[in-house]
């Protein structure tokens, strides 16, 4: 080590598995550092030792204090931030009537609080490199759908975040952007998709599949690095064509 503070530094948040992992593997390809941020202890413990130039930190991004420890910790062992991948992510399906206030709380504790908490945190540092957002939003905060009162409204509010982001952080040269993934097999979707709803998915979307994490990281990756330098203010759908087509009855095929 040693040479931290001549390579660049990303910020990925829910590092330890699904998408955030992918994530960091490609920022590390691309020759960044990588703070992976997690609540998940041991998970984090487990992705942290199979990988170099990278430094993990346990932290709830809903939680005030420890998302300004977690910012605190990242400039003390890289010196700055270059990007910021507000990642982690909770999914909890059900209808409106069974949505109690804790479960809404709690979905938009980590999807929406955590996206504000973060970025604000690490607005000094991102000004210092005139560094870049990408938030990871979802095509359910883009179409609705039943089952994602909670969901689906903090997604939308991530991509409302985001334009607010690049409207008033452009002068410091601070990029904002967000991805909006359609359906990928993490922990979270499993949790969440019935082999039916798998099926349906694979019926309805143009390219008949699910995404990989893999190809969700390279949207990310594009939207954070200065190959995107006078991208701010966008969504980016990396989603099988799931927003193109709406329903996209497959009876309509030919
Ligand atoms: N998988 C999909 O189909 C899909 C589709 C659209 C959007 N997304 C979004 O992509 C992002 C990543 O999802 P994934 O599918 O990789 O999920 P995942 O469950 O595999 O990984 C999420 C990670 O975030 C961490 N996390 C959750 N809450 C946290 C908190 N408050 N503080 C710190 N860490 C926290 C978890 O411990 C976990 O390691 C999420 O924002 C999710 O909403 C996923």
């Not at 487990?46 to 300004?68: E, M, R």
């Not at 909770?90 to 504790?109: K, L, N, Q, S």
């Not at 990928?184 to 995404?211: F, Q, W």
Request: net charge negative; glycine share 10%; with cysteine.
């Amino acid at each position: 080590m040693g040479d931290h503070m001549s390579l660049k530094t990303a910020i990925v948040t829910g590092a330890a598995r699904g998408i955030g992992l992918a994530t960091t593997k490609l920022f590390l390809s691309e020759g960044w550092q990588v703070a992976m941020v997690d609540r998940d202890g041991a998970a984090l413990a487990d992705a942290v030792t199979t990988l170099d130039n990278v430094h993990g930190i346990n932290c709830d991004v809903s939680d005030p204090a420890s998302v300004d420890g977690m910012i605190t910790e990242v400039l003390r062992h890289f010196g700055q931030i270059d990007s910021l991948i507000n990642n982690a992510g909770v999914a909890d399906f059900g209808p409106i009537e069974e949505t109690t206030f804790e479960r809404w709380r709690t979905v938009m504790a980590t999807n929406l609080d955590g996206v504000f908490l973060t970025t604000q945190a690490a607005i000094p540092a991102l000004k210092e490199t005139r560094g870049s957002i990408v938030n990871i939003a979802s095509i359910s905060g883009l179409r609705a759908s039943t089952l994602r009162v909670a969901y689906g409204t903090s997604k939308a509010a991530v991509i409302q975040l985001t334009l607010q982001q690049a409207a008033e952080l452009g002068e410091y040269g601070i990029r904002a952007n967000a991805v909006a993934p359609g359906p990928v097999k993490t922990k979270l979707a499993m949790a969440v998709h019935s082999p039916e709803i798998i099926a349906a998915y694979h019926d309805a979307l143009p390219l008949n599949r699910y995404g990989t994490e893999e190809e969700i990281a390279q949207a990310i990756v594009f939207l954070a690095s200065d190959k995107a330098s006078f991208v701010t203010g966008q969504l980016l759908a990396a989603d099988g064509g799931f927003e193109a087509t709406g329903i996209g009855l497959p009876a309509l095929r030919t």
